[in-house]
DNA sequence: GAATTGTAGATTGTCGACAATTTACTTGAC
DNA sequence: GTCAAGTAAATTGTCGACAATCTACAATTC
């Protein structure tokens, strides 16, 4: 309706406003540890550095509270969110309850092109396993698998939520540096997932996505209260 | 630590900003229907109406998108949400979701003031049922119920997600107008959740939940169905 | 007449300034 | 020395104004 040109594949161009660049430098600044946990985060402060005014600060600031990463005090501003073990814990539980339904979906849904999605999403997987070692691109990676099966899903629902708890996932994550002490581990851990959606097999899947967060969530926390032991809080 | 004082039943006075206040007129508004879906949300004309400026009004829109009241593009403003029946049995399954994992802790963390409180939930659901015929108040009380089981979940996560699915559904529900044939209806199937609960079923109390799902689900979509074949979009 | 281009009005995006509130420090009394 | 009250600096909350962008309609071309 709107589109009738010839259409020459032209890419489309970044008209993402002031508040959103903000909110991702923000959020960047935050999930890389370069904003401590619990830090203040003032208006004026990052403004000034950024070189805008306190207006698109405030409306990033407040995005980023509605997707969990810093809390806000009624005249006293915003604070980088405090991360508790018991916090973690209660994530993953979330997950995994939106995670089963998720697949139960799925299974329902399954198409040719989510199969495809998943597949190449667990070559990826591997594929940073191996070559990088970055952590935010593994972490990112492992994300976008699970991601993947949101959208599968065919309910946009599960995937709003889903986003919200993939930011507080990483948030974490990145608090405690070092996560995966063999990431290919956590790369073959993905693969009885797929399979068993492949396979239609409902309860398996459930089964395997149980065992994959229960292992990510133990690493995690491992890690986690070990930090916790050293600061009284992180 | 901060209170020392010997703290004799004060009541805390609205220490609430002015964004909230926005925030909450403008969600009644929403909800009680006065803007219709799809209207556009124009800043300057709420702004003159609440005789305040700008600012807080983006603030309290910006607050509304996140919890999924109103949408907004860049450069075009806000808009109160669109509804489709889709989207309705998209949230009923993500409530489900969610709900039966909050049961599973539930049962886990059963106290004798959790059911001091779900009793008497159920019995205000009765009393709405048959003094109120205002809508808003019953469903306001039904979804009190289920806060509770989410606050009484100990997993604060869950009640935050449950917070998001509940103004989504108070909205869906207060287009429709009329919802509940038989209101008493709506508040004995709360009771078999409750005593499985008790009994500490969680099977049992899982299949209870399901059942008083599906059949709000049942009668608000069969409404909202109804309301749909009127208007091409509502 | 249909489609494109140009233009005026309205709306959102951003800004700098002032008011209200909090925070940190100093002063004073016991 | 400890606690309370008072005070100044810093920070957030709110505002009105200007710039950038969109929308609707008029003018122009084919």
């Known amino acids: 309706m709107t589109e009738t040109q010839p259409s020459s594949g032209f890419q489309q161009l970044d008209r993402e406003g002031l508040v959103q660049r903000v909110a991702k430098l923000?959020?960047?600044a935050i999930i890389s540890g370069q904003l401590a946990p619990g830090a203040r985060l003032s208006?004026?402060?990052v403004a000034r550095e950024l070189g805008?005014?306190?207006?698109?600060?405030?409306?990033?600031?407040?995005?980023?509270?509605?997707?969990?990463?810093?809390?806000?005090?009624?005249?006293?501003g915003f604070f980088v969110r405090q991360v508790s073990a018991k916090a973690l814990d209660d994530l993953y539980e979330l997950r995994l309850a939106i995670e089963t339904a998720v697949i139960v979906r799925l299974v329902q849904n399954w198409t040719e092109e989510t199969d495809k999605m998943l597949s190449a999403q667990v070559r990826e997987l591997h594929r940073v396993a191996i070559e990088d070692t970055d952590?935010?691109?593994?972490v990112e990676a492992d994300m976008q698998f699970h991601r993947l099966m949101c959208t599968g899903s065919g309910n946009p629902k599960f995937l709003t939520v889903f986003e919200q708890i993939a930011i507080e996932t990483e948030f974490s994550i990145m608090l405690i540096g070092q996560l995966y002490d063999d990431p290919t581990r956590i790369a073959e851990t993905h693969e009885p997932i797929l399979e068993a959606l492949r396979a239609q097999d409902t309860n398996q899947a459930i089964e395997a996505i149980r065992y994959h967060l229960s292992e990510?969530?133990?690493?995690?926390?491992?890690?986690?209260?070990l930090l916790e032991e050293g600061k009284t809080s992180i």
Chains 1, 2 share one sequence.
Not at 135 to 138: G, R, V, Y
Not at 216 to 225: L, S
């Open 43 to 45: 208006e004026s402060v």
């Open 135 to 138: 952590i935010f691109t593994q």
């Open 52 to 76: 805008v005014s306190r207006a698109p600060v405030r409306e990033a600031a407040r995005l980023l509270e509605s997707s969990g990463l810093v809390t806000s005090e009624p005249n006293r």
């Open 26 to 28: 923000l959020s960047k």
């Open 216 to 225: 990510a969530q133990r690493i995690v926390t491992k890690q986690f209260r």
